[in-house]
């Protein structure tokens, strides 16, 4: 009877031992072997980069601690001289990259990344935003926007007037938002493209406007008058009321121009200097 107890505890401990380093074999095979190791990481779309190599690295190093705690890897790098990878493809999400490094870098409209499981290579594309506007609330303060009405970069001192230019008195910059609605920004655009017509009326120097929501634009021309309207004019009105102000009482005049009034159709109002 006794020999069958001792039997039932060895039974019970050997099970016990066989679980244990079954548990610690599958936990390095998975966590500290080079199996699920991603060998290779290519980042394109950019010119430089550097700037984001260590945003990866990162990301992968914060997913491996949930698993492989700092001091567990120190124990192992420093007494067992063993070094421990940080890019485990188990531990990679798609969705989760692209957030961290769009949250971080405002001026990437889109990040996508392509995981090769039979070679452990990652490629990551990057698709910068393009600069479309750019929107200033001092004179010495611009920011790029894209066309879908982003802010992105904080734009240098000599950024050139070829830029389609908005000047807002009031606003709050916040890289990685949206200024406009859709709408706005497709009446702003339009502004823009109607003055690049040939033999159009209406010119643009830059934009005005008192906050990003407000009901009236002031566009500013290259002979320096401005042309008030509301957010909610007909544009291809606009520029006929115009046509017919510069062929017909205003012939000549643009010299003296300061400003017309076209917010209150279908009364129009100019001063003369």
Same mark, same amino acid.
């Given at each position: 009877?006794?020999?069958?107890?001792?039997?039932?505890?060895?039974?019970?401990?050997?099970?016990?031992?066989?679980? =244990?380093?079954?548990?610690?074999?599958l936990?390095?095979?998975?966590?500290?072997?080079?199996?699920?190791?991603?060998k290779?990481? $290519?980042? %394109?779309?950019?010119?430089?980069?550097?700037?984001? $190599?260590?945003?990866?690295d990162?990301?992968?190093?914060?997913?491996?601690?949930?698993?492989v705690?700092?001091?567990?890897?120190?124990?192992?790098?420093?007494?067992l001289?063993?070094?421990?990878?940080?890019? !485990?493809?188990?531990?990679?999400?798609?969705?989760?990259?692209?957030?961290?490094?769009?949250?971080?870098?405002?001026?990437?409209?889109?990040?996508?990344?392509?995981?090769?499981?039979?070679?452990?290579?990652? =490629?990551?594309?990057?698709?910068? %935003? $393009?600069?479309s506007?750019?929107?200033?609330?001092?004179?010495?303060?611009?920011?790029?926007?894209?066309? $879908?009405?982003?802010?992105?970069?904080?734009?240098?001192?000599?950024?050139?007037?070829?830029?389609?230019?908005?000047?807002?008195?009031?606003?709050?910059?916040?890289?990685g938002?949206?200024?406009?609605?859709?709408?706005?920004?497709?009446?702003?655009?339009?502004?823009?493209?109607?003055? !690049?017509?040939?033999?159009?009326p209406?010119? =643009?120097?830059?934009?005005?406007?008192?906050?990003? %929501?407000?009901?009236?634009?002031?566009?500013?021309?290259?002979?320096?008058?401005?042309?008030?309207?509301?957010?909610?004019?007909?544009?291809? !009105?606009?520029?006929?009321?115009?046509?017919?102000?510069?062929?017909?009482?205003?012939k000549?005049?643009?010299?003296?121009?300061?400003?017309?009034?076209?917010?209150?159709?279908?009364?129009?109002?100019?001063?003369?200097?």
């Open positions: 009877h006794l020999t069958k107890i001792h039997w039932h505890h060895f039974l019970v401990a050997s099970i016990i031992i066989f679980c =244990v380093l079954f548990l610690l074999t936990y390095w095979f998975v966590f500290l072997s080079n199996f699920f190791q991603i290779n990481i $290519e980042i %394109r779309g950019l010119d430089n980069v550097k700037k984001i $190599e260590q945003d990866v990162n990301y992968f190093i914060h997913k491996n601690q949930k698993f705690p700092p001091w567990l890897e120190q124990i192992l790098t420093r007494y001289q063993i070094n421990i990878g940080h890019n !485990n493809m188990l531990f990679f999400s798609n969705k989760e990259l692209a957030a961290t490094l769009m949250n971080k870098y405002p001026e990437f409209a889109l990040v996508t990344s392509k995981l090769n499981v039979q070679h452990n290579n990652l =490629v990551i594309n990057v698709v910068p %935003r $393009e600069i506007y750019l929107v200033c609330r001092k004179e010495n303060e611009c920011f790029f926007m894209d066309k $879908e009405g982003i802010l992105f970069r904080e734009a240098p001192q000599t950024s050139g007037s070829l830029i389609n230019t908005i000047f807002i008195q009031n606003f709050t910059p916040t890289l938002a949206s200024l406009f609605t859709p709408d706005d920004l497709t009446i702003l655009n339009n502004i823009f493209l109607a003055a !690049n017509k040939e033999n159009s209406l010119s =643009v120097k830059l934009i005005e406007l008192e906050s990003p %929501r407000a009901s009236t634009i002031k566009i500013i021309s290259n002979n320096d008058w401005y042309l008030l309207i509301n957010f909610n004019s007909d544009l291809d !009105n606009i520029v006929q009321i115009l046509n017919g102000l510069f062929s017909g009482e205003l000549n005049k643009e010299a003296q121009l300061k400003y017309i009034d076209c917010r209150y159709l279908p009364r129009v109002y100019y001063y003369l200097k």
